[in-house]
């Protein structure tokens, strides 16, 4: 069964350091998100891409955060100047419609120090 | 009003029992809806989605949905120790949206033997 990876599995990075987190969704998907989840929060979104473009962004993606899906397999979460407070696990996901269950990667724990 | 809204935990059921979920969202315009399990340190996995009023059966859990009253529910039948995790609910509006799903603060399942 396909399954969504994510790379790495730990980051650890120093404050103000840029960060790259990356994705391989399945391979039929059309739809990719990232969201994040704080240790003992829930998980939020952050954005979706469709169409090689951001569909939809939520307030924590502001413009340290970008996306990419640079050729068409991998997609990726770059952070340029990291802070203490995006030290959470971070899950790529990907479905096949917008309405459609998504299906998550293991996730990325980024420690900021 | 928090968008998603689940029972408060933790929830303790013995080995054998039903353990049921709840989850109430406020988006009245919202399509689907899913129901993920989360262990600790784990990326979700999904459980079920349903999409229509009504219930839908999968082995022992099933999902009940009813879209007037804003509710969604799932129910463990013959709850097993290693269904002992997190169940996240979430929401999507589908539609035009672009597939953002909004997570519920999840409820902790304790099985005990």
């Known amino acids: 069964e396909p399954e969504v990876t994510q790379t790495p599995s730990h980051q650890v990075t120093q404050m103000g350091q840029e960060v790259i987190l990356r994705c391989v969704p399945i391979s039929n998907h059309l739809y990719f998100y990232w969201y994040r989840q704080i240790l003992g929060q829930k998980v939020e979104f952050l954005v979706s891409?469709?169409?090689?473009?951001?569909?939809?962004k939520s307030e924590i993606f502001d413009d340290q955060f970008s996306v990419e899906r640079p050729d068409g397999s991998n997609f990726t979460l770059k952070i340029r100047s990291t802070k203490l407070e995006d030290s959470a696990m971070y899950f790529c996901?990907?479905?096949?419609?917008?309405?459609?269950?998504?299906?998550f990667g293991p996730g990325t724990r980024l420690t900021v120090l | 009003q928090k968008e998603v809204e689940q029972n408060s935990g933790p929830l303790s059921v013995p080995e054998g029992a039903i353990a049921s979920l709840n989850c109430t969202y406020s988006?009245?315009?919202?399509?689907?809806f899913f129901w993920y399990r989360q262990y600790s340190g784990k990326s979700p996995e999904l459980i079920m989605s349903i999409y229509s009023n009504g219930d839908k059966e999968d082995g022992r859990f099933t999902a009940q949905l009813n879209k007037a009253s804003q509710y969604v529910s799932l129910l463990i039948r013959d709850s097993q120790p290693s269904d002992s995790a997190t169940y996240l609910c979430a929401v999507n509006r589908g539609g035009t949206n672009a597939g953002k799903s909004t997570f519920g603060d999840g409820t902790t399942l304790t099985v005990k033997p």
């Open positions: 891409f469709y169409n090689n473009e951001i569909s939809e």
């Open positions: 996901a990907g479905s096949g419609t917008n309405s459609d269950t998504q299906y």
């Open positions: 988006d009245r315009v919202s399509q689907s």
